[in-house]
């Protein structure tokens, strides 16, 4: 049993050490709880090796290991952390209700066209079919942002206060800097940026970025 | 404050009253736990009003409303309602977070993949690429499938009993019914076979064909 919990992670994640992966979720939580944890980092081949889908059935990364508990999936890790922590999850029922469904929108509602548009890039940028159907999919997104953009107004978070909500829709947002997609919506911009500017994602990014230049150098 | 909840639903379900829309989880989760419900059915025009994205900031269904809480994402809603009741969410702390953590593999791992194969049949068939890339999503879809086949392994459902986990999962894999693809994996059939037979899924689907075959007349 760890005694300090133990979050899976890329050994060469493929955006460069940019911190788009999911891992990054789980030490931006843990880096705003202030739980001390260890990274193990894994290959592709490790990662659908029968040790590592023991943990997760998918063969992907994060997953969490604590006192006997093993998960995977951010949301559900996320969701576990905050449970004791009101940084993560307020106590009110009806306010972590709703922080729990911003998390779920997150992954489920704006994340989706979102991922498909990152990964038409790696797998379909050379089909003949790319640039049109990357235009359809920028339209998807364009339009779940439009909706999200509308209900923040001029909220600094989606709640009364930052919760798990928005540090899981921040991080499936940062996935679209540079994309000429979310730079249309200044509100949104600023949401993410405010997220980015929490002294945990500086910490929790830095660890990530000091890991992927020593996997770079190794 | 509404006494009863009151869950919204599609007025004409693009699928003709099978089921697959996202309301069904809702509905099967409130007759798992006995709680009376009411539906209201939006039509697609309803969807995108003011009125009702105040509920639902991307204007979709489902939503659900009881005592001041208004939520939306039947992922949000199943959790909240798993609180008090076992059925949804076991009591221990661990199994729990393990029924939560299918709940995000579902809507976060196993659902976009079919989902995309689903909305390409509406938005993509007439496109010169629609044949070559359902065949790439056929492909992403049964990589998932396989594993999580192998998870389940012999089980009856993904952990101990049934959780809401498996409620997610099934109705996501509903979607796969008569693609050529679920087909190959029996214990994944079986598994769906196993949500559809429970009682609780049965009442849901029932109302809503009901419901169906109503709008359809009206």
Redesign the interface.
Known sequence: MAKVPVVTGFRRSPDGGRGLARDLRVRWALEEIGQPYVVELLDFAEMKEARH?ARH????IPTYEAE??T??????IL??LG?AHPVLLPVD??AR??A??W???A???V??PI??FSLATV??RD???FQ??QE?LAGRIRA?LG??S??LGQGDWLEAGFTAGDLMLVSVLRRLAGHGIIEDFPGLVAYVARGEGRPAFQRALAAQRAEADAAQAG
Do not use: C, I, K, N
Request: glycine share 6%.
């Open positions: 889908l059935p998918f063969g992907q006997g508990l998960l995977f999936e951010s949301g559900a969701l576990h449970q029922p009806a209700a709703r729990v469904q998390m779920f929108a992954v489920s509602t994340e989706p991922f498909e797998l379909e089909t003949p079919w049109e159907r359809m779940v909706r999200l509308d209900r």
